[in-house]
């Protein structure tokens, strides 16, 4: 599984706990996952869609779907 499935599903989990229970604390970790996924590198720009991992020797997008 790519890193950044893996953080798009705490993501999800994260925001729907909120929803449910109103606890601020994961909406602090839903934020916190957002903070570290948007800037990654990994959100193709041009579709808003996120690509598979990062490329190891630079930390840029992979390009891979």
């Known amino acids: 599984i790519s890193p950044d499935l893996l953080v798009e599903l705490f993501l999800a989990l994260a925001g729907a706990l909120h929803e449910v ?8 970790w839903a934020q916190r ?9 990994m959100r193709d720009q041009q579709t808003g869609l996120f690509n598979d991992g990062l490329n190891y020797l630079n930390c840029r997008n992979n390009g891979k779907t």
């Not at 109103?22 to 602090?28: D, F, K, V």
């Not at 996952?33 to 590198?41: H, K, T």
Request: glycine share 12%; hydrophobic share 35%; aromatic share 24%.
């Open 21 to 28: 229970t109103g606890e601020p604390r994961y909406l602090a």
């Open 33 to 41: 996952a957002w903070d570290w996924l948007y800037p990654s590198g």
